[in-house]
């Protein structure tokens, strides 16, 4: 959706580094997420948040950290990035009380050497 | 929490209608079901929602008994462009709990 906006699309590092991949949206939505995905596998939530100043852990949150600077941004970090944080991360938005449906960015494909 | 089981994946012809089970036995009574489909490398796009009987849109049916105990969704007349990911999620509209579990989803592939 070209509402949900996400950089880099494309990134790769090396072990050790520290990484921010950052996630805007124009829809006005209050909640935002971020998910990772593995090849061949489901989506797994990192982290989301319903407002500014709500911030949840999700299934696998060791690792990584969150900000949410405006109600339009959501960036996700790497503290220090590892090889098996490879995959394809999704940032995605939803209003309450709208059927909650998600609406997903285009993914950013990050490679960790 | 409702946890979602389906076929990990299925195979169909052009033109014909395609059914895809969840099973959801610990559906709570404020859970609804929704329905994702996922192109590869393409983030995930909703498809339909409901929480009892029978619910249509343009792209697809979701069934659902009246035990809500599980859902079937319908594609009918696929084409090739209905190859993807099909990912059943249940939970209550407030997003907690599993309204983001996804899973593993259902793979279909759509052969001429």
Redesign the interface.
């Known amino acids: 959706?070209a509402d949900v906006t996400q950089t880099p699309r494309n990134r790769i590092t090396k072990t050790g580094k520290r990484i921010m991949l950052e996630c805007s949206q124009t829809k006005g939505h209050d909640?935002m997420?971020w998910?990772r995905q593995d090849p061949g596998?489901?989506?797994?939530?990192i982290y989301?948040s319903?407002d500014v100043k709500d911030i949840n852990k999700?299934?696998i949150s060791d690792g990584y950290s969150v900000s949410r600077q405006a109600q339009a941004k959501f960036s996700l970090s790497l503290e220090s990035a590892i090889p098996n944080q490879t995959a394809?991360y999704?940032c995605?938005t939803?209003v309450t009380?709208e059927?909650?449906?998600?609406?997903?960015?285009?993914?950013t494909?990050l490679t960790v050497l | 929490l409702a946890k979602t089981t389906q076929p990990i994946s299925m195979d169909s012809y052009e033109g014909q209608e395609v059914n895809i089970t969840c099973s959801h036995n610990n559906i709570a009574t404020n859970d609804y079901i929704t329905w994702y489909q996922q192109f590869p490398s393409q983030g995930p796009r909703f498809i339909i929602q409901g929480y009892k009987t029978k619910v249509t849109n343009e792209v697809a049916s979701l069934f659902i008994p009246a035990d809500r105990k599980s859902s079937t969704l319908s594609l009918p007349r696929v084409s090739l462009s209905d190859t993807a990911v099909y990912y059943c999620l249940v939970g209550g509209l407030d997003n907690a709990g599993n309204m983001l579990t996804f899973g593993g989803g259902t793979r279909l592939m759509v052969k001429p």
């Not at chain 1, 059927?99 to 993914?107: A, I, L, M, S, V």
């Open positions: 959706d909640r997420y998910y596998l489901g989506l797994r939530l989301y319903f999700g299934e394809l999704f995605a939803s009380g059927r909650n449906e998600q609406f997903f960015g285009p993914g494909r």
